[in-house]
């Protein structure tokens, strides 16, 4: 292997960028009056407010498809319908047609369906119940009851959920924080539960999309994307002898790359390549040169007993599982905090990335040195 030629910062910028492209859409439909909070609610559930940026091409009369490059995510959104019994039937014949046309194709196929209810209205119409059936006979459906504030609305909540509709599951929330006057403020509540239910009734690989597109349950990440690694570092480090070239010139060999590739487009965070750059930088693939990487070539096999020595640029597989799960971890958890400011809007500056990378890579390796001992 010649190590001196491999360069992890271009291999990571271009396996981040294949597993991205790579990555299968999650396709959703979101139906509802207007103005019952549907862009609302786009906005606060998905990264880099898509209902307003993201863009719309008319599919049908009523439904746009609105997507974003770097975001797995197609969303069909119902616009211009008021509320009234033909203007639900015939949108409910729109919604059927483009999910039946979709469902040839595997990438296309819708695989969720929010309907959306305004909780203040009240009421739900028995149309709308038989609208509900038909949508819950190709698809799982949510219904979504939104702008909830005060008794009122919780009463309604718990009526519906006692009807039995014929969904998979009732969410009520409130997806921006709603002045009631005098300076007093209601706080958003409820998405999480919408991320958790929906996550639970996707397909696999479109779920993993859906972790990544989502911002509102960022340990729901972080979880996805440590159970992922687990599994990827129990089966590429879990026998034999691995070539780990512990040298100056590549801290990172190229399976660790492509592990760290395959955590970054789980998480989806908003990759620029500034951030990728930094972000590489930050775990020493840039030839070693930064302070982590001269900490892993001094200290890192002293925290792992028997490790003995790196003899000809191998290790065994228990201790690289080690060394990789210790990077796995500190990954993820740097990428939860990155992730965290993004959600406020802030992004982090690259030295601050590779000062807090190499706390918590330290932080765990001494962990698993606590562990064996
Ligand atoms: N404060 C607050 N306002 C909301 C919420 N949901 C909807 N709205 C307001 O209700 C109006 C209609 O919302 P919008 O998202 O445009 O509804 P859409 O027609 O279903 O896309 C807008 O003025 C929103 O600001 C919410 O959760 N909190
Ligand atoms: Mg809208």
Redesign the pocket.
Known sequence: MTIMSYNPLTDMLQKTEEELRNMPPVNMMLV?????????????VFREEL?TTGQGLPVTKHLRRIEKPGIPLVLY?T?GLELSAEALMGVTEEVLGVIEEKAIDPKEAIHILWY?I?AGNNRIEEYEIEMLRKFSEKIPVILVL??CIGEPTMEFAEMLKRMNLPVAGVAT???????IGTGITVP?WGLQELVRMSYDLLPEDASYSFINAQQVDIEKKAAVARRWAKGYIATTCGVGFVPVPFSDAAVLVPMQISMLAHITAIFGISMSKATITSLVASIGGTGGATMLGRYIVSNALKFIPGAGTVLGGLISGATAGVLTTALAMSYIELLTIISKREADGKTMPGEEMSSIMKDLYIKYLELSKKKKT
């Open positions: 509802g009056n207007t103005g019952a909070g549907k862009s609302t609610l786009i906005n606060a209902a959104d616009r959306c305004n939104t702008q929330l409130l997806a921006k924080a709603y002045p958003p």
